[in-house]
């Protein structure tokens, strides 16, 4: 699709490479609407996720592969409150034809809402998965949250010309009713970046792996990653195997892996382990390149665009049905879907190894997938198709109130 004249704002609380896939993931949907027509700008704030600022330029628009982008400090962490964004907003807002905003329970996504309301600008809300029950129920700040629905989200939420879902097992897991309309539209990858892989062999020289088998797993080191689960499973693995190891990719950005590494010496596998930390580039692409097998045990995990760039590698995957892409996963052959428990990982884990021409149809179903379904090029289709519909509708109803 190309052509449109459409001015769209995507707000995001922050675009750190720490927090993972949102960021991400609204950088390259930006870019991709922007080679198809669309005048596309970021509002965001410098917050480096958990802590600590983006090196950055603040209070000015950045040209950024074809977007804009602003970022705005912040003056009060916990609730990632920016004065500068919010009288950005008030001035700005009405020059756009739509907002798409990313995420609940910050300022940055709320303040969005509220002036798109005021000033009559259609809006998309996209919960990121804040509405997965596992999250929803079990946060530590629950109370605090339950006030801020009421106060906020729930107003946000029902008032949105849309709610945009990223598939439709998150849209059928939100606990609550929600009035506005429902958008299935999944994330994306662009695949450009993954049709060049580096040597085979680049990350196991340089972790003297050579002749093994490397368990990946590639997120951040989380809570909710099931990391417990892995290490168990993982456990069962190694207990009978000599030639598997375990890799960790990926920050820790909350002191989790203290947890983690507790448990590795518990089950005696400790010097089995790999921790990396964060990767990028090439060194992201020479893991996936080297790695035999995918594996993300996830207690909640809204899309999981970890598993969709394992995939794009052609590396089987093997998830819990908690990440909401299981089913379209499973559905595909291009992966083993388990629940979440150590031994039903194991097992997974267990005949992925033992079965390479298991492993090699796995990988290519899971690449064929991706590029059928979760390629930027295919889904910028769906998401200018939703903004044009929904600033068409916004415009035929402000014309009825006048």
Known sequence: MKANNLNILHILENVSP?????????????????????????????????KGQLDVPINTEVDQRGYKIWY????????????QMMNALRIHIKDYDLVHIHGLYRFPTTI????????CVPYIMRPHGCLDPFLFYK???RIVKRVHEYLAEKPNLNNAMAVQYTSKEEMFLVPIKIRAKSLIIPLGLDLKE??????FGRFRKKYNLEGKRLILHFGRINFKKGLDILVKAFAQIAGVRDDVYLVLAGPDNE???????????QEGIKNKTIFTGMLQGDDKLAVLQDADIFVLPSYSENFGIAVVEAMACGLPVVISNKVNIWREIQDAEAGLVTSCDADKV????RTLLDEESLRFRTGEAGKSLVSMKYNWDVVVNDIIG?????VDRSCHENLDKQ
């Open 18 to 50: 720490r927090y993972g896939g949102p960021g991400k993931a609204c950088k390259e949907m930006c870019e991709v609407l922007a080679r198809n027509g669309t005048k596309v700008t970021i509002f965001t704030t410098n917050r480096d996720y958990p």
């Open 72 to 83: 705005f400090p912040v003056q009060f962490l916990p609730y990632v409150f920016s004065l």
């Open 112 to 119: 969005a809402a509220y002036y798109a309301r005021k000033y």
């Open 139 to 141: 946060s530590k700040n």
């Open 194 to 199: 993954y049709e060049n892989l580096p040597p």
């Open 255 to 265: 002191g989790y892996i203290q947890k983690v590494e507790k448990w590795l010496i």
């Open 346 to 349: 194991a097992e997974a884990l």
């Open 386 to 390: 939703a903004y044009q519909s929904i």
